[in-house]
């Protein structure tokens, strides 16, 4: 490293100012911005003189060396660098360093990283190749004048260069500083060489003199330690083949946080599977045999048969041979179905009251204000056990209400003459009338007759859709016969009232009250002054319709609503015009032959108006319909079957056992198991054809819901 020395006479000693290697200090002058330099002479007494006033303004920063890409190369190519591989950053074109080894370069300006292609990674095996070749020994120096930028050869050859701003102190012959001016920028070189003549700056020429121009070979680059090992990498690589170049490949190009933990892993699972056995055991058994003298015959072999364990909560039918394989995998499958609609007494349902009182209620209460206190899910299993169901009655019931969900409409409605436009429904038995109403109202009463609530339950979603389809279709009066065509409308009003009336009353939501209250308001305006109720509001009545009417009256009687005495007083008055035989038989309209059809109608809502079981009419009655009009697959008649089969559960006795076998056998039996049709029932009988599938098992459905929809009027059940 050259030094200047200064010595000073007054004082041994030597000051040395080290400026680094001629060549590092040449390539900063040509590619650093120009900076002010002063010479100060150390044994001068005159005080310093102050800088003059230099702008602080800056030019834009030059690009030189490794900070600018080659004019020469384009978008894409590798150019080396002194010992480091380079190519241009295809976003900003800043010059990007590459790492070898990854095969990635990285721009210092934008923050770019590239991704070497296989034709760059080539390239780049050549370039370090070509370095690697022995260097030429020629270093002769070109003319001075062939590398002269074009700023130079235009200036005069004879041109002396400019004052540094040194001057000489006179009668002494040292060198004074003064105002000095900032060394001119020079051209970047494009190579290696240092072409263009370097000014001694050793010591200070005299003004008007010409520089000595020198020229100095230059010096051999050092190599670092990092292109060392890069290319010895690259001469083991190439080397390589087969299976050692892919392993070399892959531990190269790998991150050593990745060789690492794949090795931890590797070695954590090695160390998983050599377990340490323990000197404690645990408890143990020791089995010990002894072989007897005598000879034992040994047992055959049982195999259970997993049908044979099953265990049913409900009843089985005494006609029902378990041994048969097929009735006893119908009996199991029926019970599976049965199981749908209860809900296990352990569970706490939040919208049920407390499962205690209910019992007390039942065995405390007939059929008055806690007629539905019976259809609780908890108790499903018990009350069926006393009232005379069985496991393929709760079967049937579940299968009906899971073919009528299937078939609701989108807006949560049932209609009787357009339920198959269900999607997949290829199910026949439409009604011949049209009633949106009748059809909702008759679906909903099934499912609220097995405890099936917009709260609670399987079906709260069908059942909150319909009620609110009811709801939205009601009118300020009250009405709630909606579309009704025909005759169909104060039918469908008192289907639809008992609905909401029943739904109140199980639930106490209060939202509904209003609703069901009007919906009674309406019944009592549209009674006829004899009266009866008919297909219109002020028509003379007849019992078929009366029915339906005192049905809703009494549902809003036990939810507490107010129902004036004075309109159950006339529709009695009216069903007096139409008995005989003591109040035994009755027509359906006045001076009109009894029929057995509207005899049971017309009991079962004598029962509700308030007749004792000891009463003429109803023993009479009873005993007829018991000896003449049994159920029958011959005669059937859903319609009759239905109030008949209240009408004998709430007298009860031995003429409801002989009923409800018959009844119970004839629905089971009847009702369709394959298919979309599964769960329903063919539309049979009198007037079946007018309401069609939909109509027919929605009665058939509440029919064998008999044992726990509404409490005996006559009897209590004791459940405790």
């Known amino acids: 490293m050259p030094k200047a020395r200064m010595a000073n006479s007054d004082h041994d000693s030597d000051l040395y100012v080290s400026f680094g290697p001629i060549h590092e200090a040449d390539a900063l002058l040509e590619s650093a911005s120009p900076v002010p330099c002063r010479i100060i002479d150390f044994e001068s007494t ?10 602080t303004a800056t030019s834009p920063r030059q690009r030189t060396g490794t900070d600018s890409v080659p004019a020469e190369f384009a978008a894409g190519q590798l150019w080396l660098n002194g010992g480091v591989l380079m190519c241009a950053c295809p976003d900003c074109g800043a010059p990007m360093s590459i790492r070898f080894w990854l095969m990635i370069a990285d721009c210092w300006q934008c923050g770019t990283s590239i991704e070497l292609t296989e034709e760059q990674e080539r390239e780049a095996r050549r370039l370090i190749a070509e370095q690697e070749k022995p260097a030429a020994t020629s270093l002769q120096a070109k003319p001075a004048s062939a590398n002269r930028t074009p700023a130079t050869e235009s200036q005069p050859a004879t041109r002396p260069p400019e004052t540094t701003g040194v001057k000489q102190q006179p009668g002494t012959g040292k060198l004074s500083p003064a105002n000095a001016k900032p060394v001119q920028q020079r051209a970047t070189p494009t190579t290696r060489q240092h072409q263009q003549p370097q000014t001694s700056r050793r010591a200070p020429q005299p003004p008007g ?22 290319r010895a990498r690259l001469q083991k690589s190439a080397r390589a083949t087969g299976v050692t170049a892919v392993v070399r490949d892959l531990f190269a190009c790998t991150p050593a946080w990745l060789v690492s933990l794949v090795f931890h892993m590797i070695l954590l699972t090695l160390l998983a599977l050599f377990t340490l056995a323990s000197d404690d055991e645990g408890p143990f058994i020791t089995l010990s045999t002894t072989v007897a003298k005598e000879v034992q015959t040994g047992g055959d072999e049982i195999v259970i048969d997993p049908l044979n364990e099953v265990v049913f909560d409900l009843p089985v039918p005494k006609d029902v041979n378990l041994t048969d394989a097929k009735q006893r995998e119908a009996v199991v499958k029926a019970d599976q179905d049965a199981r749908e609609l209860r809900i296990d007494p352990g569970v706490d349902e939040p919208s049920l009251p407390d499962l205690s009182k209910v019992k007390r209620l039942i065995g405390t209460a007939t059929g008055g204000g806690q007629a539905v206190a019976a259809r609780d899910p908890r108790i499903r299993v018990e009350v069926v056990k006393r009232e005379g169901g069985t496991t393929l009655t709760e079967a049937a019931v579940a299968r009906g209400l899971r073919w009528m969900a299937l078939h609701q409409a989108e807006d949560g409605h049932w209609g009787l003459h357009d339920f198959n436009r269900a999607e997949g429904c290829a ?25 099936q609530t917009h709260l609670v339950g399987r079906y709260r979603d069908q059942v909150s859709r319909g009620l609110r389809w009811l709801l939205e279709h009601q009118r300020e009066n009250g009405d709630l016969r909606a579309n009704s065509q025909g005759n169909t409308g104060m039918y469908a009003h008192g289907q639809a009232t008992i609905v909401l009336c029943e739904a109140y009353m199980m639930t106490g939501d209060n939202s509904l009250r209003g609703p069901a209250q009007r919906a009674l308001n309406f019944i009592v305006a549209a009674q006829h002054e004899a009266g009866g109720w008919r297909y219109g509001p002020g028509q003379a009545g007849d019992t078929s319709v009366v029915g339906w009417q005192v049905m809703a009256l009494q549902s809003g009687r036990a939810a507490k609503l107010n129902v004036p005495d004075e309109t159950l007083e006339l529709a009695g ?51 007829y319909l018991a000896a003449e009009h049994l159920p029958s697959k011959r005669d059937a008649n859903i319609y009759y079957w239905y109030y008949g089969t209240q009408a004998f559960h709430h007298h009860g006795g031995p003429e409801w056992e002989m009923w409800n076998r018959e009844m119970r056998e004839i629905l089971i039996e009847t009702q369709e198991r394959r298919g979309h049709e599964a769960g329903s029932w063919d539309p049979t009988g009198p007037h079946a054809s007018a309401g069609g599938r939909m ?26």
């Not at 005159?46 to 702008?55: A, F, K, Q, R």
């Not at 003199?209 to 090992?229: D, G, I, K, M, Y």
């Not at 359906?588 to 079962?604: N, V």
């Not at 027919?696 to 064998?704: E, K, N, Q, R």
Request: proline content about 9%; glycine content about 8%.
């Open 573 to 623: 008055v009216f069903l007096d015009s139409v008995s005989s035989g003591s109040g035994s038989k009755y027509a359906y309209m006045p001076r009109q032959g009894p029929t057995h059809i509207m005899t049971a109608e017309a009991l079962l809502c004598r029962m509700y108006l308030g007749w004792k079981l000891d009463m003429p009419g109803i023993e009479q009655g009873i005993r």
């Open 695 to 720: 109509y027919m098992t929605a009665l058939a459905t509440c029919s064998l819901e008999v044992y726990y929809r509404h409490l005996p009027i006559f009897r209590q059940i004791d459940l405790e």
């Open 46 to 55: 005159e005080p310093l003189e102050l800088p003059s006033e230099v702008s």
């Open 209 to 230: 003199s010409s520089p000595r121009a020198t020229r100095r070979p230059p010096p051999r680059r050092p190599v670092s330690a990092l292109e060392n090992r890069v």
């Open 427 to 451: 199910c026949g038995g439409t009604g011949s009338h049209r009633s949106d109403a009748a059809g909702t109202a008759l679906a909903l009463l099934p499912y609220l007759g097995a405890g």
